[in-house]
């Protein structure tokens, strides 16, 4: 069964030529760029890149202007993934420039609907949680930052699934 939310933005969606997608997550170093890795290479594979357009921003400004963790970028790599983003911070014309905007957790939607000026704007925020395999058990994307190895991994895995689902239903 499809989710409610799913629906809804499917719907939203349907028909529309280019999709433009930002993901959204604290300091725009860890998970965020992270998704926009893994959507891009998964469009790719499909053919379908030229559909897409993908981003990512933090709701914090602390790291604007860096590359992403490295540990991040170590661990996206050995799945045949770089990361090259340059971090920057969410702003409220993202949601002029953007179809659905995705935070990684509650506190990034949160930030996010605090940013949004009209119901429009606030319709294009769903959650990452929404598009991952109910199997995997998670209901956000865990912050990574201060875990290990595991953590990072936990997070890939978590972002594969979602964004393969992103890329089949939209
Ligand atoms: P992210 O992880 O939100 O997945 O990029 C974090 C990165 C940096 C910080 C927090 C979370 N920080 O506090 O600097």
Known sequence: MIDKRLEKVVNRLKGKEKIRVLFVCLGNICRSP??????????????????????????????????????????????????????????????????????MDGDNETNLRRLARTPEDAEKIVPMAVFVDKAMRYDYIPDPYYEGAEGFELVLDLLESGCRKMAEIL
């Open 34 to 103: 992270a998704a926009e890795g893994v959507l891009k290479a998964i469009v790719e594979e499909r053919g379908d890149a030229a559909r897409w357009q993908i981003d990512s921003a933090g709701t914090g400004g602390w790291h604007v202007g860096q590359l992403p963790d490295k540990r991040m970028r170590i661990h996206a790599r050995r799945r045949g993934i770089e990361l090259d983003h340059l971090c920057r911070q969410v702003q409220a014309h993202d949601f002029d420039d953007f179809d659905i905007i995705v935070p």
